[in-house]
């Protein structure tokens, strides 16, 4: 037998329904029902909400802190069971997009799903456990996304890569290596380091830019391949950059060719460096 | 010639926002203040490619139009209800995608701009 669902009328007339019990229930726990004046079991005949005594206990239950905690537990255990479900399926079935959909098709199915994961778009009072379920919804959706674009970019056959050359005094985690008039910088993000992206004041990863350690000599204006890895993450991030400006132990490099996925990452990736710091 | 959106709610200033929003984007606007009257503008021959949907509504309620027109156009719900369950149920009902409110411009537009760009809907065409 389905669930009895019902139709909520304000006291402005508007009309929310047809939900079930559980869905008014964890509505009115997140403090978003509060002027309920009539409700209806068929959305044709409205009758005071006190006729309806199922309804008016659930909505005349006191809302505690603790309730509106607890609704947030349950959507961030919603969230996790969600990512897990997801963690071995194709991304065609993640994005609910044919195989062999066009880039647009792609990125249509991902803005659409990973809006209400966005870190910067929470509540103020959204709890550190739902915050961290929707940055790992965020980055896990972005993750594909980028894998999605880049499968998009590449060319039919890629030349192998040179050797790298050794680099003359890198720093630790950023492997430079010179081609031609170019540079390649390889870079190995530990979890939680986002300096790179956020060590430049003016130039930082709000303007597509990050700040590379190094102590060789580069001269503004050269291009850059960069490839940036993040511990605890399959997927690199390729990017063309530009050198911007060479400063004592290191340069800003621009990136050219990010789109919103990749955005996303490095968003995301920054936001949780800063809320572990 | 563009695309077709319609803004379903009955908030004029809602409707107001979304409009200034997608001034940018290339879009022929349309507005509804009611769910019967986004009903009559959906089923004619040529619906809109995109309509922002308000969930509570007087008369039809956002969830009933939902149902009834998602066959045919790319529907992007709008509402401050955002709990997970009540997005999961307007997802479920056939929603492309779910606008909190208060609603950010940037957001309205890039929702927008990729529903537009998505094909495989009749408004599309």
């Not at chain 1, 009539?38 to 309806?52: I, M, N, Q, Y």
């Not at chain 1, 255990?77 to 997801?86: E, K, V």
């Amino acid at each position: 037998m389905s669930e009895t669902e019902y139709w909520l009328a304000d006291s402005e007339a508007r009309v929310l329904g047809p939900i079930g019990l559980e869905v008014i229930r964890n509505l009115h726990v997140r403090g978003k029902l509060t002027d309920v004046r009539a409700v209806s079991s068929d959305g044709k005949k409205f009758v005071p909400l006190r006729e309806v005594p199922e309804l008016l206990k659930v909505l005349s239950t006191p809302v505690t802190a603790n309730d509106a905690t607890r609704a947030q537990i349950e959507t961030t255990a919603q969230i996790r069971d969600w990512l897990a479900s997801i963690h071995d399926r194709p991304s065609t079935e993640v994005f609910k997009v044919l195989p062999g959909s066009s880039r647009d098709t792609w990125r249509a199915a991902f803005f659409a799903l990973v809006f209400r994961y966005v870190p910067g778009r929470l509540p103020p009072d959204t709890t550190q456990e739902l915050r961290l379920a929707c940055e790992d919804a965020f980055l896990a959706l972005s993750e594909r996304m980028v894998e999605v674009e880049r499968q998009f970019r590449a060319p039919a056959s890629s030349p192998p890569a040179p050797p790298p050359l050794p680099a003359a005094d890198p720093p630790p985690s950023a492997r430079i290596t010179h081609r031609g008039q170019s540079l390649s910088v390889q870079l190995s993000l530990r979890a939680g380091d986002a300096r790179p992206f956020t060590q430049d004041m003016e130039h930082n990863w709000q303007t597509d830019a990050l700040f590379i350690h190094t102590h060789e000599r580069v001269v503004p204006g050269t291009q850059v391949e960069l490839v940036l890895s993040f511990e605890g993450h399959v997927t690199q991030l390729h990017a063309a950059g530009r050198v911007m400006a060479a400063r004592v132990g290191g340069f800003t490099t621009r990136l050219l060719n990010l789109g919103e996925a990749e955005r996303a990452v490095i968003r995301t990736w920054v936001a949780r460096a800063t809320t572990r710091s | 010639m563009n695309p077709q959106v319609l803004v379903v709610d009955d908030d004029q200033l809602i409707r107001t926002m979304v409009r200034d929003a997608l001034s940018d984007v290339p879009c022929d606007i349309h507005e509804a203040d009611s769910g019967d009257a986004a009903l009559s503008i959906v089923s004619r021959e040529k619906p809109p490619a995109v309509v922002l949907l308000d969930l509570m509504m007087p008369g039809k309620s956002g969830l009933e139009v939902l149902k009834r027109i998602s066959e045919r156009t790319r529907v992007l719900v709008m509402s401050a209800l955002d709990t997970e369950a009540l997005v999961q149920q307007a997802l479920k009902a056939g929603a492309h995608g779910f606008l909190a409110k208060p609603i950010h411009p940037l957001d309205v537009q890039n929702l927008v701009r990729a529903a537009l760009e998505a094909p495989g809907r009749a408004g599309d065409e």
